[in-house]
Structures are given as structure tokens and as C-alpha cells.
């Protein structure tokens, strides 16, 4: 198959990529490093030429409410554009575990408005919402600071490797389109206070952790709900100790 992924550079496409490629697929990135600009709709419909699927794991660059949506809008409205003017026959989206739980966060609230203009699109679609991945948990200690402690509410969470989320994008890509809600989470549950309290005691990072209740995380409360999957998700296999002890070369 002919696919196209959008952020093909990042943390998750990069990985789909390699996989999609291995397994014998033309595999084209739609990236600003390839000439493709989403937002300008620069080179965007020559890459989408002759493409059976669309993938779109891009990421705003800022968390901030307004640069969030008006990414998420705006890239979203442009590949939807070309692909519908393709005759695309599958959009894949990735999106967030919880995001329609997190409406105090404008980022999230910009990830349910991509869903929105997905759904609303008329091409065929899938959306694989992942919970949080392990490689994003510097981004949440930086968020969840307060001086020289790490404040967190001990909120339960199923975090993912990214690598585990693209494997789940890569066999969707070759599934008809579920016109539907996905869902792929981590193997195990942790509380968010101690999930981070491992990661940084693995890095040596003799930071703090504090279990707060009414800390925010991006800016909205956490419940033991709040970052679960629902009752029938998928489930990525890489374990944390094994996530964390490649990362930091921790020998088994």
C-alpha cells in the first residue's frame, strides 16, 4: 500500500514508519524536513498522489490554548482536504486516552476538535486514541514542577511505549476503516506519583516526588478515571522496568 504519515519524524512516526517499510509498503512522510509543510499546504497534495491511507501523528510544537487549536484545526482541515481530493480510502489518527476528560486543558481541548473535524470529514476514518506515552514523561515532570519538587496527583495511568503505539497504527493501517473510536493502552496500571518516581530514581534525578491530590496535570484535575482506557482496548507489551532499564542501559 501506498501510505502517507503525517509527522512521520516524530517520536511515534518515526517508528511506523520503519515498520510500514519493513513490511513492504511505500511509506512517504509528510514533514517539513521532506518539503511538506501541513499547515501551508506547501508540497501537501503532491505527497498525497496515489495514497491508499493517511496516517496523522503530528503534534502541536506548543501546549498553550491558542497555538494548540489553531494547529490541530488547521493541519487537521488541510490533510483532510487532500486526502478527500485524493479519494483516500483510510484516515488513521492518533489521539489521547481521556482527552474528553481533560477539557480544562486547551491542548486537549484542541485534540477533541481534530476528532471533531475527523469524524465530520466524510472520509472513511479511524481514530487510535493511546494513553500517555513513557517517552513523554520529562515533558510531565517539567509541567508538574513546583521549585525543586516534582508535584503530581496519585491518579492511576496506563502508560504506553511509543514504540507499542506504533505497532497498533501499523495494523490498523491494514484494516478497513472502523469509522470508530480505538483504543491502546499500556500493559500495566501505576499511580502517576510513583510511575515518575521510578523514571526519575532510574535516571538518577534525585528530584522530589510529591503525591498531590489537587495537582493539575497540563492544567486540569486528575481522577483514578481521568487517563484510563475504557473496557476493551488494546494493549501495548512493553513493560516500564523494561522501557526504563534500554533507556538509562540498565543492565537485566
Same mark, same amino acid.
Given at each position: 500500500?501506498?501510505?502517507?504519515?503525517?509527522?512521520?519524524?516524530?517520536?511515534?512516526?518515526?517508528?511506523?514508519?520503519?515498520?510500514?517499510?519493513?513490511?513492504?509498503?511505500?511509506?512517504?512522510?509528510?514533514?517539513?524536513?521532506?518539503?511538506?509543510? /501541513?499547515?501551508?499546504?506547501?508540497?501537501?497534495?503532491?505527497?498525497?498522489?496515489?495514497?491508499?491511507?493517511?496516517?496523522?501523528?503530528?503534534?502541536?510544537?506548543?501546549?498553550?490554548?491558542?497555538?494548540?487549536?489553531?494547529?490541530?484545526?488547521?493541519?487537521?482541515?488541510?490533510?483532510?482536504?487532500?486526502?478527500?481530493?485524493?479519494?483516500?480510502?483510510?484516515?488513521?489518527?492518533?489521539?489521547?486516552?481521556?482527552?474528553?476528560?481533560?477539557?480544562?486543558?486547551?491542548?486537549?481541548?484542541?485534540?477533541?476538535?481534530?476528532?471533531?473535524?475527523?469524524?465530520?470529514?466524510?472520509?472513511?476514518?479511524?481514530?487510535?486514541?493511546?494513553?500517555?506515552?513513557?517517552?513523554?514523561?520529562?515533558? /510531565?515532570?517539567?509541567?508538574?514542577?513546583?521549585?525543586?519538587?516534582?508535584?503530581?496527583?496519585?491518579?492511576?495511568?496506563?502508560?504506553?511505549?511509543?514504540?507499542?503505539?506504533?505497532?497498533?497504527?501499523?495494523?490498523?493501517?491494514?484494516?478497513?476503516?472502523?469509522?470508530?473510536?480505538?483504543?491502546?493502552?499500556?500493559?500495566?496500571?501505576?499511580?502517576?506519583?510513583?510511575?515518575?518516581?521510578?523514571?526519575?530514581?532510574?535516571?538518577?534525578?534525585?528530584?522530589?516526588? /510529591?503525591?498531590?491530590?489537587?495537582?493539575?496535570?497540563?492544567?486540569?484535575?486528575?481522577?483514578?478515571?481521568?487517563?484510563?482506557?475504557?473496557?476493551?482496548?488494546?494493549?501495548?507489551?512493553?513493560?516500564?522496568?523494561?522501557?526504563?532499564?534500554?533507556?538509562?542501559?540498565?543492565?537485566?
Amino acid at each position: 500500500m501506498n501510505i502517507v504519515v503525517a509527522g512521520g519524524t516524530g517520536c511515534v512516526g518515526s517508528k511506523l514508519v520503519e515498520i510500514l517499510r519493513r513490511q513492504g509498503h511505500e511509506a512517504r512522510v509528510a514533514a517539513r524536513t521532506a518539503g511538506v509543510d /501541513v499547515l501551508t499546504r506547501q508540497g501537501l497534495d503532491e505527497v498525497m498522489v496515489g495514497a491508499d491511507v493517511v496516517v496523522d501523528v503530528l503534534n502541536s510544537p506548543s501546549f498553550d490554548d491558542a497555538p494548540a487549536m489553531a494547529f490541530f484545526e488547521t493541519s487537521s482541515r488541510n490533510i483532510l482536504e487532500a486526502a478527500a481530493a485524493e479519494g483516500v480510502k483510510h484516515y488513521l489518527a492518533l489521539s489521547i486516552v481521556g482527552c474528553e476528560r481533560l477539557q480544562a486543558s486547551g491542548y486537549f481541548r484542541a485534540k477533541l476538535a481534530q476528532e471533531r473535524l475527523i469524524r465530520e470529514a466524510g472520509v472513511p476514518y479511524s481514530i487510535l486514541r493511546s494513553t500517555q506515552f513513557f517517552e513523554f514523561l520529562d515533558r /510531565v515532570v517539567e509541567d508538574s514542577l513546583d521549585g525543586d519538587v516534582v508535584r503530581l496527583a496519585p491518579a492511576r495511568v496506563q502508560f504506553i511505549a511509543a514504540g507499542d503505539v506504533a505497532a497498533a497504527l501499523a495494523d490498523i493501517t491494514g484494516r478497513a476503516p472502523a469509522n470508530d473510536t480505538i483504543e491502546v493502552a499500556g500493559p500495566d496500571p501505576f499511580r502517576l506519583d510513583d510511575l515518575v518516581r521510578r523514571f526519575l530514581a532510574a535516571r538518577q534525578d534525585g528530584r522530589a516526588v /510529591v503525591a498531590d491530590p489537587q495537582a493539575l496535570y497540563f492544567g486540569a484535575p486528575l481522577t483514578d478515571e481521568t487517563l484510563i482506557a475504557g473496557s476493551i482496548p488494546r494493549f501495548g507489551h512493553t513493560e516500564f522496568d523494561n522501557w526504563i532499564r534500554r533507556l538509562a542501559k540498565i543492565p537485566a
